[in-house]
C-alpha cells in the first residue's frame, strides 16, 4: 500500500473505530471467551501502553491476557528456557529480530503468517500487512514465513546540547567519525565529558548494539560473505579502525568508567546532562525529553549517527509478538497479536505512554502522533532524523544466526578488553576472530 | 555404655537394626532432591546438547570435560573463583573475630552496638549488590568522594579489572563478617568462665586472655566458619550479577557464573552441565579434609577437656 493509501487506511480506523473493524470481519470475536493468554516480555514501551489497553482487549473478546515483565535480559533467558524445555507457560514471547533464527531452528514459534487470510481468526483490515515499514517485518520472517508481528522499530541516533554546541562554535551536527572525534574533542570537559556509549553487557544487549554502527560505517562486516561464505573477518582493518575510534571515544572523551553503562545510564547521562552528546535507542527521546525528570527538554538536538567509509548504518531491531509453538491457545493468541499491532491500537498506545517506535506508517502519519511527538528545539525535526535513520538502518544488523549470542558476547569482551586497556584493538580483534571461528566450528556451521 | 556414647556410635557399629525403616524418608528425600538431579546433570554433561548448534545432541562421553580444559575462559573463571572465595575469609575470619571480641565484653549501650553490627545481615545479596554499585560508581559519589575528601583520587573501580575484583571482595567481606562474628560471639557464650577467672588471678592481661583462651577454643568453630564460608562463597553469584555482570571483560566472571551463563544465556546445556559438575568436584576435593575434620571432632566435650 502507498502512503497514502496507508494515511486513508488509517484515517477510516481512527475515526471509524470499531465500528469499522466489525464491519470488515466476518468472524465471532468471542469465539475464545474465557479464554487466557500468558504473554512474557521485556519492560520495553509499548508494553506499558499495552497493558493499559488489555480492559478493552478483554470487553471485546473475552480473553483475558496476563504480561509478565523482566529486564531485557532476564526475559531473552527466561522465554528461551521457557521454550527450550516446551512448558507451555507462554502462549506469546516478545523477540528480537536478532534472535529470531534461534527460535526458528529449534522450531519453538508458530509463524503468524499461518494465520493470514484465515477468515476464521484474521481480519486482512486490521491486520494490513503493507502497512508495516518493510525492515521491520524482513527482521521477523524467516525464509518467507512471518514468525512475528512487529510492534517496535528499533534503531539509534546522535543526541547532542544545543547550547554546548554553540558554544564550541560548532554549526552542525558530526556526519562522519572523524568529524565525531573532532566535536568530541571540542566540547569536552572533565565535568561534562563529551560522549555517552553503551558499554556493558558485553553481547548485541549491550555494547555490541552501538559498536557494530561503527563497525558497519567503517564497512566492517562479521562474515566474509553471510551465509555463504562464514570466513569471520572481525580482524579487518575496517574492524580495527571501528574499534580504535570507538576505544578513542570512550577513553577519552566519555564519562569516567563508562564501560559500565548500560542502555539506562546512558539515557540518564543525557537526560540530566551531563554529557554533551549520546548515542543510543531512538525510542528513547521519550525519556530524555520526560520535562519532569529532564534538564535538556528545549535544548536537545538529533541527528542520524555519523558513518565512516560506508555511510551511516545506524542500529537496527525490531521488536515482534510471537505465538510460542507449545501454546494451546495459539488461535486466541493470533486473534490477539493482530488487535495489539493493529494501527488502532499503537496509535492508542502511542497516546496513552511514551512509545513513538511504532514500525507501522499509519501511525508515523497520525496527526495526533506527529503532534506529540515532534519535537524541534532549533537542531531540527526528532521526527525527521528518527525517519531517516530508519531508512539507512539496516535490516539485517545482527547476522541471521542462531549462534549469534555466543558470537555477540565473545565481540563484545573484545570491544571491553580494549576499552580498559587490557588488550590492544588489534590484539583484542585477532582473538576474538579465532573465538569466534571456533565457535562455528564447534556448533557445526563451518569445517 | 552411657547415653552420649550410645548416640555418638557410628551406625554401622550398633547392634539394634530398628532405626533403619526410620531412615528411608530422608532418604528418598536426599535421592529426590540430591542424587537424582545430580545423576541428570552427569548424563547431559556427556552430550553435546546445545540449541545453538546445527547438529542434534549426541552422547560424546568425556569430550566436554577435556574441551573444558582447553577453554580459556573455564580456566580463568577458576582462577576468579578463587579469588572470590579465598579472598574475603581472613578479613571477615579477623574482623568477625574483633567483632566478637568487642561483642563479648560487658560495655554499656552494647545491646543496640550488637544490633548494629550484624545489620548486613539482613540485606539480601542483590540490594547489597545494588548499594556498594552505587558506592563504587564514580558518577554518583559515594567512596570516591570521600576518598577525595582525603585528597585520593580513587579509582574508576567496577571499570579496572583488578579493582573490580577487589570491590567485590569488599562488598562480601561487609556483608558477611557478621555472620562470622555471630559463630565466635556464641561459641564465646559457651566458653567456661572459670577459665578465665583463673587465668586473671594468675595475672594474665586481657590480650594474653584472648590469645591463650578465646583464639584455642575458637578453633572448632572457626573450622564450621572456615567451612561454610567456602560453601556459600561458591555460591556467589547475586553479588556478581548485580554489581558487575561478571565484567568488565569478564574479569569478575566466577566458575558458576560462567556456567550460568553457557548454559541460559547460550543455551549450550551439555557445556554448561560439565562446567558446574567440574567445579563441584573439584571442591570436594578441596572441602573433604575439613569436612572430614569436623566429622570428626562432633564428640562429647567433655571427652576433649
Not at chain 1, 528499533?154 to 562522519?176: R, S, W
Amino acid at each position: 500500500m502507498t502512503r497514502i493509501g496507508s494515511l486513508i487506511g488509517a484515517t477510516i480506523l481512527a475515526t471509524a473505530g470499531i465500528a469499522g473493524t466489525a464491519q470488515a470481519q466476518d468472524f465471532d470475536l468471542r469465539q475464545f471467551e474465557g479464554t487466557t493468554l500468558d504473554l512474557l516480555y521485556a519492560e520495553i514501551s509499548f508494553i506499558p501502553g499495552l497493558k493499559e489497553l488489555l480492559p478493552e482487549f478483554e470487553e471485546l473478546t473475552g480473553i483475558h491476557v496476563n504480561i509478565e515483565t523482566l529486564s531485557e535480559a532476564a526475559a531473552r533467558q527466561k522465554a528461551q528456557i521457557e521454550s527450550a524445555s516446551g512448558s507451555g507457560a507462554f502462549d506469546i514471547v516478545g523477540i528480537q529480530s536478532g534472535n529470531l533464527p534461534l527460535y526458528v531452528q529449534n522450531g519453538w514459534l508458530k509463524p503468524v503468517s499461518d494465520y493470514f487470510g484465515n477468515p476464521a481468526v484474521s481480519n486482512p483490515d486490521q491486520l494490513d500487512i503493507d502497512d508495516f515499514i518493510p525492515s521491520t517485518l524482513q527482521g521477523m520472517a524467516v525464509d518467507g514465513n512471518q514468525y512475528c508481528l512487529p510492534f517496535f522499530a528499533a534503531t539509534v541516533m546522535l543526541y547532542y546540547q544545543i547550547d554546548k554546541f554553540e558554544q564550541a562554535g560548532i554549526t552542525e551536527p558530526p556526519k562522519t567519525f572523524e568529524d565525531l572525534l573532532d566535536v568530541a574533542k571540542r566540547v569536552h570537559t572533565p565535568e561534562v565529558p563529551a560522549i555517552a556509549l553503551r558499554g556493558s553487557p558485553p553481547s548485541s544487549a549491550g555494547n555490541i548494539w552501538t559498536f557494530n554502527l561503527f563497525l558497519y560505517g567503517e564497512g566492517g562486516r562479521y562474515f566474509a560473505d553471510y551465509p555463504n561464505d562464514l570466513s569471520v573477518t572481525v580482524d579487518s582493518p575496517e574492524a580495527l579502525s571501528a574499534l580504535e575510534t570507538f576505544v578513542t571515544l570512550k577513553r577519552g572523551y566519555a564519562p569516567e568508567g563508562s564501560v559500565n553503562f548500560v542502555f539506562d545510564d546512558v539515557v540518564t547521562a543525557m537526560q540530566q546532562g551531563n554529557v554533551v552528546m549520546a548515542i543510543d535507542g531512538a525510542p528513547l527521546a521519550g525519556r530524555i525529553l520526560d520535562p519532569e525528570q529532564s534538564k535538556v527538554a528545549g535544548n536537545l538536538g538529533f541527528a542520524v549517527v555519523p558513518g565512516g567509509t560506508a555511510g551511516p548504518k545506524p542500529s537496527f531491531a525490531s521488536h515482534g509478538l510471537c505465538i510460542s509453538a507449545a501454546s494451546d491457545t495459539p488461535d486466541a493468541a493470533y486473534l490477539f497479536l493482530e488487535w495489539a499491532t493493529s494501527a488502532e491500537t499503537m496509535v492508542k498506545i502511542s497516546q496513552n505512554s511514551s512509545y513513538l517506535a511504532t514500525p507501522r506508517n499509519a501511525v508515523w502519519e497520525n496527526e495526533a502522533f506527529i503532534e506529540k511527538y515532534n519535537f524541534d528545539f532549533g537542531g531540527g525535526s526528532f521526527l525527521a532524523a528518527y525517519q531517516q535513520s530508519l531508512a539507512v538502518a539496516p535490516a539485517d544488523y545482527y547476522p541471521p544466526i542462531p549462534v549469534w549470542g555466543l558470537i555477540s558476547d565473545r565481540m563484545g569482551q573484545a570491544v571491553q578488553a580494549a576499552e580498559i586497556g587490557q588488550q590492544t584493538p588489534a590484539e583484542a580483534l585477532a582473538a576474538a576472530s579465532r573465538d569466534i571461528s571456533d565457535i562455528l566450528k564447534t556448533e557445526g556451521y563451518r569445517n | 555404655m552411657s547415653p552420649s556414647q550410645a548416640l555418638y556410635e557410628p551406625y554401622w557399629k550398633r547392634r539394634n537394626r530398628s532405626f533403619r525403616p526410620f531412615l528411608l524418608p530422608a532418604l528418598a528425600l536426599i535421592l529426590v532432591l540430591t542424587v537424582i538431579p545430580l545423576l541428570i546433570s552427569l548424563a547431559i554433561s556427556m552430550t553435546s546438547l546445545s540449541y545453538v548448534s546445527v547438529r542434534g545432541p549426541r552422547f560424546i562421553w568425556f569430550d566436554n570435560y577435556i574441551n573444558l580444559f582447553g577453554d580459556p575462559r573455564f580456566i580463568r573463571s577458576l582462577w576468579q573463583s578463587a579469588v572470590l572465595i579465598f579472598g574475603p575469609l581472613p578479613f571477615q575470619l579477623l574482623f568477625g573475630f574483633l567483632l566478637a571480641v568487642v561483642m563479648n565484653e560487658r560495655l554499656r549501650g552494647l545491646g543496640w552496638l550488637r544490633v548494629i553490627f550484624i545489620v548486613p545481615m539482613f540485606f539480601p545479596p542483590i540490594v547489597m549488590g545494588l548499594m556498594w554499585k552505587v558506592l563504587f560508581t564514580p558518577q554518583l559519589g559515594g567512596i570516591n568522594y570521600y576518598l577525595s575528601l582525603l585528597g585520593i583520587s580513587g579509582p574508576t573501580w567496577l571499570a579496572d579489572p583488578t579493582y573490580a575484583l577487589i570491590s567485590i571482595v569488599i562488598a562480601t567481606v561487609w556483608g558477611w563478617t557478621p555472620f562470622v562474628a555471630i559463630m565466635f560471639y556464641t561459641a564465646m557464650q559457651t566458653f567456661p568462665s572459670d577459665l578465665y577467672e583463673a587465668s586473671r588471678i594468675d595475672g594474665a592481661s586481657w590480650l594474653q586472655q584472648n590469645r591463650f583462651i578465646t583464639l584455642p577454643l575458637l578453633q572448632n568453630t572457626a573450622l564450621v566458619v572456615i567451612v561454610f564460608r567456602i560453601m556459600e562463597g561458591l555460591a556467589i553469584f547475586p553479588i556478581i550479577y548485580v554489581m558487575t555482570a561478571g565484567g568488565p571483560a569478564g574479569s569478575t566472571e566466577t566458575t558458576n557464573f560462567y556456567a550460568f551463563v553457557s548454559g541460559f544465556e547460550f543455551l549450550k546445556v551439555g557445556y554448561a552441565s560439565s562446567i558446574i559438575l567440574t567445579f563441584l568436584a573439584i571442591l570436594l576435593i578441596i572441602l573433604a579434609p575439613s569436612i572430614r575434620m569436623l566429622l570428626g571432632n562432633v564428640q562429647p566435650r567433655e571427652a576433649k577437656l
